[in-house]
């Protein structure tokens, strides 16, 4: 009995070693969610958004003869679809900061 | 020398009659892919061969590259989305192991061509799509284009503007893909293109290319990742009809 009380001891340490590792593990953030990713991401979607757009806009207008008037619309649905994507990406980013800042106030 | 882009030229390896008005020889581009293939084959047939209970390194690679996708997708889109696991999988390690090749000198990088990654987005967009009208209906899947408490007036705005995000998603997956695989082969032939017009200096260039290969090495991995996790994402968003 009186022999195994340090090995419990330092069995227990490195139990809560264990826990700490996989705690910090955890809080890391997944690859991808960086904040560098998080701003190529706003910055393809504001692109393509825009390109698919003018583009759906365009075919409209090669389908009905009318050129200005539909590519001139989608280029603008398509910013402002972009502009929505942008911002949910963003409103994303926030909740991440919100439970980050909790896990560390734990 | 040789011009940075030149490695991104497709050169026909064997030519085939047109098909259809379309050009369909076989192309280095081609030849690389089928090698990815064989890899990613070799890369779990033979590191399978001798299954132990106890893994060896190759095989708890292997074993690891399965878990990796499997917690991937049964943490985004549940247990319903393990019909799917095969799929994502073999997306994931069919682009990996083009990124991967992609390293390696003289070869030819697939996934730095917009048609490639746009056919691979594609396919994800179109089954997802077709996955979402079928559980949902047509009308359940456009109503998750209309938020809730939605003035009228505003529905057919909204409904275009939500559309035209959500088409956008193949282009931006595609886009992401070759962008960064295209800017970063380029930044290394161009690093390397200075090593030796500089002479004795050229050490410079080359250690900062040296890091670079690494660094790509990375990316590689890293965005063989991203288009799994949102073709994982998009195919959760089909799979649930309570979201709104």
């Given at each position: 009995m009186h022999r195994e009380r340090p090995e419990d001891s330092s069995l227990k340490a490195l139990q809560e070693r264990i826990l700490a590792a996989k705690k910090s593990n955890e809080s890391k953030d997944a690859p991808g969610a960086s904040p560098l990713g998080h701003t190529m991401h706003i910055a393809i979607d504001l692109l393509t958004a825009t390109t698919v757009g003018a583009a759906i806009g365009y075919g409209l207008d090669r389908w009905l003869g009318s050129l200005p008037i539909c590519t001139l619309i989608g280029l603008f649905v398509g910013i402002a679809a972009g502009v929505k994507l942008m911002l949910r990406t963003l409103n994303e980013m926030d909740i991440r900061l919100e439970q980050k800042s909790d896990v560390t106030k734990d | 020398m040789a011009?940075?882009?030149?490695?991104?030229?497709?050169?026909?390896?064997?030519?085939?009659?047109?098909?259809?008005?379309?050009?369909?020889?076989?192309?280095?581009?081609?030849?690389?892919?089928?090698?990815?293939?064989?890899?990613?084959?070799?890369?779990?047939?033979?590191?399978?061969?001798?299954?132990?209970?106890?893994?060896?390194?190759?095989?708890?690679?292997?074993?690891?590259?399965?878990?990796?996708?499997?917690?991937?997708?049964?943490?985004?889109?549940?247990?319903?989305?393990?019909?799917?696991?095969?799929?994502?999988?073999?997306?994931?390690?069919?682009?990996?192991?083009?990124?991967?090749?992609?390293?390696?000198?003289?070869?030819?990088?697939?996934t730095s061509h917009i048609i490639v990654t746009l056919g691979m987005s594609m396919i994800v967009f179109l089954g997802v799509t077709l996955i979402a009208i079928a559980k949902q209906g047509l009308i359940g899947f456009l109503k998750h284009f209309i938020p809730s408490g939605m003035p009228v007036v505003l529905i057919p705005l909204?409904?275009?503007?939500?559309?035209?995000?959500?088409?956008?998603?193949?282009?931006?997956?595609?886009?992401?893909?070759?962008?960064?695989?295209?800017?970063?082969?380029?930044?290394?032939?161009?690093?390397?293109?200075?090593?030796?017009?500089?002479?004795?200096?050229?050490?410079?260039?080359?250690?900062?290319?040296?890091?670079?290969?690494?660094?790509?090495?990375?990316?590689?991995?890293?965005?063989?990742?991203?288009?799994?996790?949102?073709?994982?994402?998009?195919?959760?968003?089909?799979?649930?009809?309570?979201?709104?």
């Open positions: - | 011009s940075p882009l030149a490695q991104f030229q497709i050169e026909p390896i064997h030519e085939l009659p047109l098909l259809f008005g379309y050009d369909v020889s076989f192309t280095n581009s081609s030849l690389f892919m089928v090698l990815a293939i064989i890899t990613a084959w070799a890369f779990f047939a033979l590191g399978m061969r001798r299954a132990a209970l106890v893994p060896g390194r190759w095989q708890s690679m292997a074993e690891g590259t399965y878990n990796f996708i499997g917690d991937l997708v049964k943490e985004n889109a549940g247990h319903e989305g393990m019909k799917y696991f095969p799929f994502m999988l073999t997306l994931f390690l069919f682009i990996l192991f083009m990124n991967l090749l992609g390293m390696v000198p003289y070869s030819f990088t697939p909204i409904l275009v503007i939500e559309l035209v995000s959500y088409l956008s998603r193949p282009l931006s997956l595609s886009i992401r893909l070759a962008a960064n695989m295209i800017a970063g082969h380029t930044l290394l032939k161009v690093l390397a293109g200075f090593v030796f017009p500089l002479g004795v200096f050229g050490i410079a260039p080359l250690l900062f290319a040296t890091v670079i290969t690494g660094f790509e090495i990375f990316i590689a991995i890293l965005q063989a990742y991203v288009f799994a996790l949102l073709s994982t994402i998009y195919l959760s968003e089909a799979l649930a009809d309570n979201h709104h």
